[in-house]
Structures are given as C-alpha cells and as structure tokens.
C-alpha cells in the first residue's frame, strides 16, 4: 500500500507504540535499531519523522541530509542526544514524552524509601552469606515518620499519596506552585527550614537547574534532623556527594538510598563504599510499563504532527515558515531571557505576569512570544521539561495569569517587549529591546535604565552608589580570576541616596565563595549570578 509519510524507529520502541504506528494507514514504518552515524546519513532523506530513545544520536549532519524530516519524537525526557539548533533551522518539530515515567518512578521512590527503613540490601546480602543475625538489621516504622517531599510537581505528589497511605506525615516544600488545590492530597506546606528541622527522611523531586544543583549540601545536611535518611530519585547533581558522605560517617545522617549520581555510572564512588548507602543504576522510569507509556505517547504525538492533528510536547518552536523564523528569532531570544531573568533574580512564588509589546514588534505574531517569555521564566525552575507547549499548562497550574497587550505607539525605546511579574509581595519589571534588530538587550530593571546583554554569564549588583563600587567589585573579580567582559549600570536617587543597579557579563561564572566576598562588601545591597 502507498504510505503518504515514512516513520524510522531508531531505538527499540515496545509493541504498543509500534502498534499505534503500524496500524495507521498513512504511515509506512520501518524499525532499524543501532545503527551508527553514517548509516543514519545514508537512510535519513527518506523519513518523515524518527522516533528514537536516548541512544540513537541525531547530530547536525544528519539533520542537514534528513531534507523530508518534519518531527523528531523522543520517548522520553532529555533530549541531549538530537541537535536542537540543527533541527529548529530546518523546521523539525522535536518532541518529547514528559508525564509517562511519573509513577514508575514514584513506584521506585517508595521502594528505595522501604528499603532503607527496612535494610533490604544488606539483610538480603547477610542471609545469601549463610548469616542469620536478625538484631544487626532493626529497621524503623514508616508510620507516624515525617517525610519531607522537596519539590511538589509529578513525582513529588504521587510520592506524597504513596506515603499517606502508609500513615506518615507529609510536609511539602516547592515554592513555585499554587497550593490551594492540593491541599486535598493531605500534605502541609512548608518553607524548607522548617521540612529539614522535621523530618525523618527527605525525598528529592526537583529538576536539576542552576539553583538546584548541590541544594543538598554540607549546610541544609547540618539543618536535617539527626538520623534523617535521604532519597534521591530525581537527578544527580542535587546532592553535594563529598558532604553527603561526611554527613553518613559522622552519624548525622542514618542512611541514603541513591538512583541517581553526578556522574553515571558512579564508578569508584565513596558513597557506594558505605553500608549505610543503598543504590539503583538509574532505575526510576525501568519498568515495562514506563517504557511502553512513553512508547505509545510518542507514537500518538509523532502520528498527530504529521497528519496535522496537533503538536504536543515541542521542545522547540519551528511550526513558523523559515522566513518568518527567521525574523521572529531574535525576538524569541530576547522574550525568553526575559523570563529567565525574573525566575533568576527574583524567583518565587509567581502570580501573574503582564507582557507589553511596544513598537515594530507588534507587527508578528505575538502568541509564541509571549509563550517563549513563560518558557524562560518556568525554565529555571521546571527545568527540562518546560516546552512550548506545555508552558501555558504548567502557568495555569502554578495558579500563574499571564496577560498581554500591545501599542503601536514608541515609548522609552521605538520598540520593545516589557515583563512585568506580580510575586505574593512584590512586582518586578524588566524591559528589553533589540540593537541593530539582532542583538537581545536588557534596558530596565526595574527603575534602573541600563544597556546591558543577556547572553552567557551575568552577575547583578544592587548598590548604594558610592565612589569605589566599582573598582572595589573589580578588584575582588579580578583577584579571584573572573574576567569582565561587559558592564552597564544605572542609577536612581531616592531621598538623599543614590542607588546603582550594575550588571558585568563575565567570562566565567562567579563562584559562591566569591559572589559571598562581594555580597560583603558594604555597598553591596545585594548580587546574584545568572546564567543563559
Ligand atoms: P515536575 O516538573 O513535574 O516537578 C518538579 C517540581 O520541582 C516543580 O513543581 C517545581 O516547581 C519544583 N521545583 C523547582 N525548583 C525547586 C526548588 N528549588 N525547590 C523546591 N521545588 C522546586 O517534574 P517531575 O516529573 O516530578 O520530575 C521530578 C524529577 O525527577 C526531575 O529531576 C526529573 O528529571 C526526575 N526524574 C527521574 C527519573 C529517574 O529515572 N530516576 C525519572 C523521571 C523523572
């Protein structure tokens, strides 16, 4: 029969979504898994769309011979293996399968979480060596215990109606969702001091981001109650491993059970020398019915874009016609590091967020503009599995209204997107335009008017503005080895003081211990280090 589009399935799928796919009519498909490189060039001009796992690699060359290719789907979360920027060039839609692991891998949460009450591991190893000595392996009741779930999304709730049923006590840390429809799950709210000073074991379910990476440190360890035992199903790199450690062989913490690692596999870790520590390789979301659900979502997604049903879970935005990519572009940079700024210098709990277009930029389509500003702004905090589409869900779940308007008319600047975030206390404002209809500026914070470029390392200073902030900033950057690139700064008087708002691009980040150096230094209201 004469297909109208060719589907490649590069990895191995499982038989419910190969089924979705062979059954439609219009899709011919042909499975051909593990090849390499030039194998892939070799076949690629004549598939529509291809359907791959995490090891199917899809570099640029590939995508530039891939001339039919109109959908990448990833059954799965990361997308780290298919060349993004290639692919958007050319109009592919990527898409991925977020919701299909969720409760396999609340499934292993609860099963690392018995596991370490009841030893399992080392029990099941003593009785395989001929032992019986019952009394070296007294476990501890769940019931009663206090779990403190970090990170309310998905995983973290499914986990928390798991952990209801077994009569603990659930206290919930997650700063950037609306809990007042939640709270039928029979959880209490809580800031994170008082989770750590809490509870009996913590659970990780947040993604991996700049602000969360090490959150699990030598200082919240010292916070966590003593004898608390730590489950991370989530990402490795959320926990200070050398500090976890310290913390199990001074007694401090009883145990940890570890799905994930900084780096995978493990190798020669020192956690994994400790009895106290129990491990899985990456477990969470390996079990048949995880690998088939996101086999068969990625098989319906995949079927839906090409007959043109509908796009879910893009990871990128290429539905546009090139020319019109090509213009939008910049203004999608520009919108998104927008976003991403708020989330990064002002974080918390958003309540609204008033977009304004100003000027020529009025003249597009201004939908995935404003999409690409709540991409940005949900990114550092949802991580990865933020997309384009998804985004005015994940809005409108964390109780976020997003608004937009426009004017033709010029303000401060001939042309602009302005963003203005409402917070429980407070409301924050930036601006942005483009210089030389390219190059993504930021020209307000707030009150302070500035210059300054969103790309790559930024570090934001709030002063007094006094002489010497910045040759004294200068000097502590300089000593420490980052290297300025940029700098901007405005300023605003208020009474009988002035204040600065700068803001230095820098070569490379700017560590903890030196952003803590400047945060010290007495103009210095206050700093933060930001990354695009
Ligand atoms: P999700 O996006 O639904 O939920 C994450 C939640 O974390 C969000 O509600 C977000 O508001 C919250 N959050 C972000 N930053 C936070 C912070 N600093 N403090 C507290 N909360 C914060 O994601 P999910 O699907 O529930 O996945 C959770 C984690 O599990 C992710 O890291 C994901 O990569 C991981 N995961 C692991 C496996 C595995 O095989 N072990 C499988 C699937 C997912």
């Given at each position: 029969?004469k297909t ?43 598939y ?21 290719l ?49 030893n ?14 019952r ?32 009569g ?18 029979g ?11 809490a ?9 991996l981001t700049?602000?969360?990476q ?8 010292r ?16 926990v ?8 199990i ?7 940890a ?20 520590v129990?491990a ?12 088939e659900s ?30 019109t ?15 991403s ?26 939908a ?5 500003v ?16 998804n ?11 997003v ?12 042309t602009f ?7 429980d ?19 307000r914070?707030?009150?302070?008017f ?5 790309k ?6 709030h ?9 004294g ?7 420490n ?34 952003l ?8 210095i ?8």
């Open positions: 029969m109208n589009y060719k589907v490649l399935v590069s990895d191995p799928l499982g038989n419910g979504g190969l089924s979705i796919l062979k059954k439609e009519p219009r899709i011919g498909v042909d499975v051909k898994t593990g090849l390499g490189e030039s194998e892939l060039k070799e076949i690629v001009a004549k529509d769309a291809i359907v791959v796992r995490s090891s199917t690699h899809l570099t640029k060359e590939i995508i530039q011979k891939a001339k039919r109109k959908v990448i789907g990833r059954a799965g979360v990361g997308v780290d293996n298919v060349d993004l920027e290639a692919a958007t060039k050319q109009g592919v839609i990527v898409m991925n399968t977020p919701e299909g692991n969720t409760i396999s891998t609340s499934e292993h949460t609860m099963s690392l979480l018995l596991a370490l009450a009841r399992i591991p080392q029990a099941h190893a003593h009785v395989r060596e001929g032992e019986w000595k009394s070296k392996f007294i476990g501890t009741e769940l019931h009663g215990k206090v779990l403190g779930v970090i990170g309310f999304g998905r995983i973290g709730r499914e986990v928390a109606m798991r952990a209801n049923a077994f603990m006590r659930v206290l919930a840390y997650d700063p950037f969702i609306a809990k007042e429809n939640l709270r039928q799950l959880v209490e709210f809580t800031d994170l001091d008082s989770l750590l000073k509870a009996d074991f913590v659970t990780l379910h947040v993604p700049d602000a969360t090490n959150m699990i440190n030598e200082k919240i360890l916070i966590m109650k003593r004898g608390v035992s730590i489950i991370n199903c989530a990402r490795g790199g959320l200070d491993e050398e500090a976890l450690y310290q913390a062989k001074s007694g401090h913490v009883r145990g059970a570890l799905d994930v690692f900084e780096k995978e596999p493990p190798g020669k870790n020192a956690l994994l020398q400790l009895d106290q129990i899985t390789p990456h477990l969470g979301a390996a079990t048949q019915e995880a690998q996101v086999g068969i979502s990625v098989a319906q997604q995949v079927i839906d874009a090409l007959l043109e049903r509908g796009i879910r879970n893009a990871v990128n935005l290429p539905s546009l016609d090139f020319e990519m090509r213009l939008l572009k910049p203004w999608l940079t520009l919108a998104e590091r927008i976003g700024m708020h989330a990064q210098l002002f974080g918390g709990s958003f309540r609204k967020v008033s977009i304004r277009y100003g000027g020529e930029v009025t003249s597009f389509n201004l995935p503009l404003t999409l690409a709540v991409k940005g702004l949900l990114t550092p905090i949802c991580g990865e599995t933020v997309n384009y589409v985004a005015p869900a994940l809005a409108r779940e964390r109780g976020i209204v608004n937009e308007s426009k004017t033709t008319q010029a303000e401060e600047f001939t997107i302005s963003v203005q975030v409402t917070m206390h407070q409301k924050n404002l930036i601006v942005g335009t483009l210089f030389g209809n390219q190059d993504p500026r930021v020209v914070i707030n009150e302070f500035l210059d300054a470029t969103p790559g390392f930024v570090l934001v200073i002063n007094e503005d006094k002489p010497g902030v910045v040759g900033v200068g000097t502590i950057l300089g000593k080895k980052v290297n300025i690139a940029e700098m901007t700064l405005g300023r605003v008087t208020k009474g009988k003081k002035t204040f600065a708002m700068t803001v230095i691009n820098t070569d490379q980040t700017v560590p903890a211990k030196v803590k150096e400047l945060k010290a230094f007495r103009p209201i206050d700093a933060k280090v930001i990354k695009f």
